[in-house]
């Protein structure tokens, strides 16, 4: 949503919006002059308002939703939106359960390195300087967190996501599927359910079909952790053959990947000692992958202490759904502090909660809390940890607020 609002504030257009709460996401768009909203109310919806975009989790009863149908303003989805924008462009839609934000940031770095100045949206912030005389620059100066890149040329690069079939809307030139996995499940019914999604979404584009694990030897050392980078690296230059991109230039430019906003971002020490990253792992595969990534960097840095992990589950559907699973990845890690569930979307359900999901980790592994508020679990963390821990604060909701205040 934050991408689409920065691109039309840079075509001229007056653009405000509404968020829950503040956030790197929402400073960057006050610093553009972007008005946003930390009440969402009907009154944010203003009478002369030409076009209300919304996201596709955003429930239809929704007050701002409500007041744009009774004024009778246009509306669209952030789904559809994109649809708009990419219609005309050559379009690389980076699609699967895990990876598309990794992925599609690696992509753009290659396709800027190799000169295709591509126009980028990516589900997260990158790392990298606007250059003062782009469009961003001109307003913002330098930048090392946007999720736009406005590109010249024909070519788009875009994170295309599988919810509520969301990515139909895309019609892309190039699809690249990282994997498929039980997701969503508040919405799709079963696995079969997500795959018949993402065959009517390659029906909509012109791909042949490349496995990209082929390119999996082909990758460099990375300065990101982790086999599952190692495979969005592998896709990345599997998209990068396809456009005729030199080897030279993919490979230069993904050994320089420093990764994007919350995917194993290293935060700063805490007043012990500890390490603190922060990571946007909210599903069983993702965390487990993390785990593994944490592990590989840990040996390398001769880092001897606890793996801690500070866990925000996302969902309450999910978390129930995939319990066992949740159960499983977590106890992999020396300690396990749990947040209360972030609800996001979705009601209260009194069936589950992180209480629960502790107690079934403590079969595994004891050393296992669960904490009422975010500022308990910082708490805890700032008392048991020590010089030689790595801390990750990990979580799709708000928790990267902990990773924050551990190090403030």
Same mark, same amino acid.
């Given at each position: 949503?934050?991408?689409?609002?920065?691109?039309?504030?840079?075509?001229?257009?007056? $653009?405000?919006?509404?968020?829950?709460? %503040?956030?790197?996401?929402?400073?960057?768009?006050?610093?553009?002059?972007?008005?946003?909203?930390?009440? #969402?109310?009907?009154?944010?919806?203003?009478?002369?308002?030409?076009?209300?975009?919304?996201?596709?989790?955003?429930?239809?009863?929704?007050?701002?939703?409500?007041?744009?149908?009774?004024?009778?303003?246009?509306?669209?989805?952030?789904? %559809?939106?994109?649809?708009?924008?990419?219609?005309?462009?050559?379009?690389?839609?980076?699609?699967?359960?895990?990876?598309?934000?990794?992925?599609?940031?690696?992509?753009? %770095?290659?396709?800027?390195?190799?000169?295709?100045?591509?126009?980028?949206?990516?589900?997260?912030?990158?790392?990298?300087?606007? =250059?003062?005389?782009?469009?961003?620059?001109?307003? #913002?100066?330098?930048?090392?967190?946007?999720?736009?890149?406005?590109?010249?040329?024909?070519? +788009?690069? $875009?994170?295309?996501?599988?919810?509520?079939?969301?990515?139909?809307?895309?019609?892309?030139?190039?699809?690249?599927?990282?994997?498929?996995?039980?997701?969503?499940?508040?919405?799709?019914?079963?696995?079969?359910?997500?795959?018949?999604?993402?065959? #009517?979404?390659? =029906?909509?584009?012109?791909?042949?079909?490349?496995?990209?694990?082929?390119? +999996? =030897?082909?990758?460099? %050392?990375?300065?990101?952790?982790?086999?599952?980078?190692?495979?969005?690296?592998?896709?990345?230059?599997?998209?990068?053959?396809?456009?005729?991109?030199?080897?030279?230039?993919?490979?230069?430019?993904?050994?320089?990947?420093?990764?994007?906003?919350?995917?194993?971002?290293?935060?700063?020490?805490?007043?012990?000692?500890?390490?603190?990253?922060?990571?946007?792992?909210?599903?069983?595969?993702?965390?487990?992958?993390?785990?593994?990534?944490?592990?590989?960097?840990?040996?390398?840095?001769?880092?001897?202490?606890?793996?801690?992990?500070?866990?925000?589950?996302?969902?309450?559907?999910?978390?129930?759904?995939?319990?066992?699973?949740?159960?499983?990845?977590?106890? #992999?890690?020396?300690? $396990?502090?749990?947040?209360?569930?972030?609800?996001?979307?979705?009601?209260?359900?009194?069936?589950?909660?992180?209480?629960?999901?502790?107690?079934?980790?403590?079969?595994?592994?004891?050393? $296992?809390?669960?904490?009422?508020?975010?500022?308990?679990?910082?708490?805890?963390?700032?008392?048991?940890?020590?010089?030689?821990?790595?801390?990750?604060?990990?979580?799709?909701?708000?928790?990267?607020?902990?990773?924050?205040?551990?190090?403030?």
């Amino acid at each position: 949503m934050s991408a689409v609002a920065r691109m039309l504030k840079l075509e001229g257009k007056d $653009v405000s919006g509404s968020d829950r709460a %503040e956030s790197l996401v929402t400073d960057e768009l006050e610093k553009l002059g972007i008005k946003v909203f930390y009440e #969402q109310k009907a009154e944010n919806i203003a009478p002369d308002i030409d076009l209300v975009i919304y996201t596709i989790a955003m429930p239809a009863e929704a007050s701002e939703l409500v007041r744009a149908r009774e004024l009778g303003l246009e509306c669209k989805t952030y789904p %559809e939106m994109l649809g708009l924008i990419s219609a005309d462009k050559y379009t690389i839609a980076v699609a699967g359960t895990h990876g598309k934000t990794t992925t599609t940031a690696m992509i753009a %770095e290659i396709m800027i390195e190799a000169g295709l100045d591509p126009t980028v949206i990516v589900g997260s912030l990158l790392k990298r300087e606007v =250059a003062k005389d782009s469009p961003l620059g001109a307003i #913002q100066g330098k930048s090392l967190a946007t999720n736009f890149i406005a590109g010249k040329s024909g070519y +788009l690069v $875009v994170e295309a996501c599988e919810y509520r079939r969301s990515f139909l809307n895309l019609h892309p030139t190039l699809a690249v599927i990282t994997n498929i996995d039980n997701d969503h499940l508040d919405y799709y019914k079963d696995l079969a359910d997500i795959q018949s999604a993402f065959d #009517q979404f390659l =029906a909509q584009s012109k791909n042949q079909i490349i496995d990209y694990q082929k390119y +999996l =030897a082909k990758v460099p %050392e990375l300065l990101v952790p982790g086999e599952h980078n190692r495979l969005n690296a592998a896709a990345a230059l599997a998209v990068a053959d396809f456009l005729q991109i030199d080897p030279s230039t993919s490979l230069g430019a993904l050994a320089k990947f420093t990764g994007t906003w919350r995917r194993f971002e290293f935060k700063g020490k805490t007043a012990g000692g500890a390490l603190v990253y922060d990571d946007y792992a909210h599903h069983p595969t993702e965390i487990g992958a993390t785990i593994q990534a944490a592990r590989e960097f840990m040996a390398k840095r001769n880092l001897n202490g606890k793996l801690i992990i500070a866990f925000q589950p996302h969902l309450y559907s999910r978390t129930k759904l995939l319990k066992d699973d949740f159960v499983k990845v977590l106890a #992999q890690a020396d300690e $396990v502090i749990l947040a209360p569930i972030y609800a996001a979307r979705e009601p209260a359900d009194p069936d589950i909660s992180s209480e629960a999901l502790a107690d079934l980790i403590k079969t595994k592994n004891t050393h $296992v809390f669960s904490f009422k508020n975010l500022e308990e679990v910082k708490n805890y963390v700032l008392k048991n940890s020590q010089e030689g821990d790595l801390v990750i604060t990990m979580g799709a909701g708000d928790i990267t607020q902990v990773g924050d205040n551990l190090v403030a």
